[in-house]
């Protein structure tokens, strides 16, 4: 079967995905489509849309593609994202555990205790309750804690491609000191 216009037909499969959409996922919906021409008109538009004219990008993220915003924009989208819904943040203690996860998965609550020195527990359920880490088994010790690593969702709400993609420490603990630094100006503004 062939398609009047399959780079339109694409554009609109990955817009309509509420999660990244796999190239796999595509091609069981156009099953009569050479998998080899679908990534060809994929590589095809996210080539469009890095022109200067778009304010969105096409992006491989989580082993699908997705649209998101351009990074020159996130100032100023931020600001208005500010203006409709206040933003969920993850607490200090919430991104330091995230990134012992994202870093030394997979792991478990006594060696992220021991890492950061403090409890976790509660964190931990939160950053489940997120989505953000799951369960990876358990380890092969005494007591057989359980490991945790981070999930889909995890890559997908900080940009990730997958794992490579993460920042180096100094990176991560510099984006750590602007959370701090961001969560002590709140009061300040209120």
């Known amino acids: 079967m062939s ?99 994202a870093y030394k998965q997979p792991v478990t609550v006594p060696e992220i205790q021991d890492i950061r020195g403090v409890h976790a527990a509660g964190v931990i359920k939160t950053l489940l309750d997120k989505k953000f880490v799951t369960t990876a088994g358990r380890k092969d010790v005494l007591g057989r804690p359980i490991l945790y690593k981070t999930t889909k969702e995890f890559l997908i709400h900080f940009g990730l491609k997958d794992l490579g993609e993460l920042p180096s420490m100094e990176e991560f603990e510099e984006l750590i000191k602007n959370q701090a630094a961001a969560e002590e100006e709140i009061p300040e503004e209120a």
């Open 3 to 101: 398609y009047s216009n399959l780079s339109a037909l694409l554009e609109a499969i990955v817009y309509l995905a509420k999660e990244p959409v796999s190239l796999d996922a595509i091609h069981k919906v156009l099953p009569d489509v050479d998998r080899n021409e679908i990534q060809q008109k994929l590589n095809e538009l996210m080539e469009q849309y890095r022109a200067a004219e778009h304010g969105i990008e096409m992006r491989e993220v989580a082993d699908g593609f997705r649209f998101s915003t351009k990074p020159e924009h996130h100032e100023i989208l931020k600001q208005f994202i500010k203006s409709q819904i206040p933003v969920t943040r993850l607490s200090l203690a919430a991104l330091e555990t995230l990134a012992v996860i």
